[in-house]
């Protein structure tokens, strides 16, 4: 390589680098507003807006759905295996809600530690599989986790 | 091997030699993208199992991963085609990542499309403003952007070295769509497929993914040369090279 593409060259690659700290620094300082939701700790800790708009997800929690008998609403547990949030719904869930999926929720936090939901969506894990396999693996108790808090999440607690 | 590599580096750099030699490569392409596309459409719509949740819609990831792996891997090449042009000052280069932006944006399109398709059902939207998505919906504006600012600069040498340049500031962004989901909280899943796991599904419903990804690789490396072809006798049209095989035709 002669002497003038090697500066070339090297000129490319600092560019590039200093290019991407200052992008790294930027997301970094943004990653507050980067995050899609609020994970439960979070809002447990008062960390979320009282009475505007935000967005919470987490797991549903096992048995905590609880559905009215002569209307659409439904009061459902959040969590992160660390903290719960109770959510409350009026409208259609999306056909993957289920107890032990995760969801965000997008509401307003009202006094009482609760989220009034206008929008419910689910949220699915990257593990795709037959049904046969996974009738399989739930009898064996070995389903993978589907939470995006992995790192705090009892191994296959679902 | 080495060796062998460097001379067809070189010689794919002249531009008689590149419209030569790619031309015998055509078929090859071409017949291996329709056959793995036709084989691996027909294995993943039809005969691979149906997710345990999501049911049949999940086969939307035959399109949906391939196009959006296309999406990322041709923007990086287009870089490494700017790297190649302002370094080596190799023009061929800047033919083919002309030839590859269209292509990009055309993937990237499908990606976000089949991408919003597919979160009706599962997730109930079809757009969420999170890092993933986001950052892939900025790819698609540096590959328009890369479109345009050829067509706005005179003469082509102008904008040959601005597109280089646009190019390999924007692959910055490709690191930020592949680690989005690991880095923040987003509704779009981790990556199923990653290099140092094994893949977060069963062999009956990865290979016919695969045979999709390689058959989308076949189909650019076809298109990319046809258009590159076409673009190097509209480049090289006042050589004698360019009226010998157009005369022979």
Redesign the interface.
């Known amino acids: 390589m002669t002497p003038k593409?090697k500066k070339?060259?090297a000129l490319?690659g600092l560019?590039?680098s200093a290019?991407?700290i200052a992008?790294g620094l930027t997301?970094y300082a943004l990653?507050a507003n980067?995050?899609?939701?609020f994970?439960p700790t979070q809002i447990v800790q008062g960390e979320a807006p009282l009475d505007r708009e935000i967005r919470a997800?987490g797991m549903v929690v096992d048995g905590s759905v609880q559905r009215d008998s002569d209307s659409l609403n439904v009061r459902f547990a959040v969590t992160d295996y660390n903290a719960e949030i109770w959510i409350n719904y009026d409208k259609i869930l999306?056909?993957?809600f289920r107890e032990g999926q995760g969801v965000?929720v997008v509401g307003r936090l009202n006094e009482t530690g609760e989220i009034v939901a206008s929008?419910?969506?689910?949220?699915?894990?990257?593990?795709?599989?037959?049904?046969?396999?996974?009738?399989a693996l739930e009898a064996a108790g070995q389903m993978?986790d589907h939470s995006?808090f992995r790192n705090q999440a009892p191994q296959n607690q679902y | 091997m080495w060796k062998w590599l460097t001379t067809l580096y070189h010689r794919l750099g002249s531009p008689k030699w590149f419209y030569q030699i790619t031309g015998r490569w055509l078929p090859w392409f071409a017949i291996s993208a329709l056959v793995l596309l036709s084989v691996g459409l027909v294995w993943g719509l039809v005969y691979a199992p149906m997710d345990y949740q999501q049911g049949n819609s999940f086969r939307i990831i035959y399109l949906h991963v391939p196009s959006a792996i296309l999406a990322q891997s041709i923007y990086v090449m287009m870089a490494i085609a700017g790297v190649v042009l302002l370094v080596w000052k190799m023009k061929m280069a800047d033919v083919v990542a002309q030839s590859m932006a269209p292509i990009g944006a055309g993937m990237t399109f499908m990606a976000l499309a089949t991408g919003a398709i597919w979160g009706v059902p599962t997730w109930g939207t079809w757009w969420m403003w999170d890092a993933r998505l986001t950052s892939m919906l900025i790819l698609f504006f540096l590959y328009l952007g890369l479109i345009a600012l050829r067509e706005a600069l005179k003469p082509q040498e102008v904008a040959a070295k601005a597109c280089a340049l646009l190019a390999i500031v924007g692959v910055i962004n490709i690191p930020i769509i592949k680690y989005s989901v690991d880095w923040w909280y987003t509704l779009h899943q981790p990556a199923t497929f990653t290099l140092t796991q094994k893949p977060a599904m069963p062999a009956s419903m990865w290979l016919p993914l695969l045979i999709m990804v390689l058959g989308f690789y076949a189909l650019l490396g076809w298109s990319v040369l046809l258009r590159a072809r076409a673009e190097v006798l509209l480049r090289e049209r006042k050589s004698g090279w360019v009226r010998e095989t157009l005369e022979k035709k």
């Open positions: 593409r070339k060259l490319i560019m590039l290019l991407a992008v997301l990653s980067i995050n899609l939701f994970a997800g999306p056909d993957l965000v929008q419910v969506l689910a949220r699915h894990d990257e593990n795709y599989m037959p049904p046969e396999v996974a009738a993978p995006p």
